[in-house]
């Protein structure tokens, strides 16, 4: 079993470059673990700092559909609230 490591900025631009390929592709590779497992709806973007290019995944459209769902649930969340809110008032 591997021990803690301390987490801090890695100053070293190529090392530091390096860590954060390997740990995106860590990184999705347990969102798609998550999805497949547990059949739940997941998505990502990410905004590298070595490339001006935002990559969602799985793909710009799952990133479009995951975020539908979670603003329709969240404005339903929203008006749930402020119906018991009115109906206090009244």
Not at 65 to 73: H, R
Request: charged share 25%; net charge positive.
């Amino acid at each position: 079993m591997r021990g803690k490591m301390k987490l801090s900025f890695i100053e070293n631009d190529s090392v530091r470059k390096t860590t954060f390929t390997k740990r995106k592709k860590g990184m999705l590779k347990k969102f798609n673990e998550l999805v497949t497992l547990c059949g739940v709806d997941a998505c990502a973007v990410i905004r590298s700092p070595y490339n001006s290019i935002q990559e969602p995944w799985p793909s710009r459209e799952g990133v479009e559909e995951v975020m539908s769902k979670f603003m329709e649930f969240s404005l339903l969340l929203l008006w749930m609230h402020l119906s018991q809110s009115v109906l206090m008032v009244v």
